[in-house]
């Protein structure tokens, strides 16, 4: 059975830090890409940061700058470092596995809530 169970959320200042995890079982997790996602109330999930099994990043522009994805093979972990924080930051994190040909294989976390408020 596969499982990506995030970490780390929680509540932080606006100009804080945070950094969540993913543990993921199940997988052959250094094959996968895995990627966070945010998805705010009322809005659309949106792509956070992604990392290849080679350890190629991908960053949409808006995230540019003030995230961080890294992933450690030996500990079936992806992390994301979330610097600067604001309060448009505030959503849900997901975390997201997908097989790097066979992209049905796409799995995801429960999500951990990030609050940024003063």
């Known amino acids: 059975q596969v499982q990506l169970v995030e970490s780390g959320g929680g509540l932080v200042q606006p100009g804080g830090s945070l950094r969540l995890s993913c543990a993921a079982s199940?997988?052959?997790?250094?094959?996968?890409?895995m990627g966070w996602y945010r998805q705010a109330p009322g809005k659309q999930r949106e792509l956070v940061a992604s990392?290849?099994?080679?350890?190629?990043?991908n960053y949409p522009e808006s995230m540019k700058g003030r995230f961080a994805i890294s992933r450690d093979n030996a500990k079936n972990t992806v992390y994301l470092q979330m610097n600067s924080l604001k309060p448009e930051d505030t959503a849900i994190y997901y975390c997201?596995?997908?097989?790097?040909?066979?992209?049905?294989?796409?799995?995801w976390g429960q999500g951990t809530q990030v609050t940024v408020s003063s």
């Open positions: 997201n596995a997908v097989h790097p040909v066979l992209s049905t294989y796409t799995y």
């Open positions: 199940g997988i052959s997790f250094s094959r996968y890409t």
């Open positions: 990392i290849t099994s080679n350890y190629i990043t």
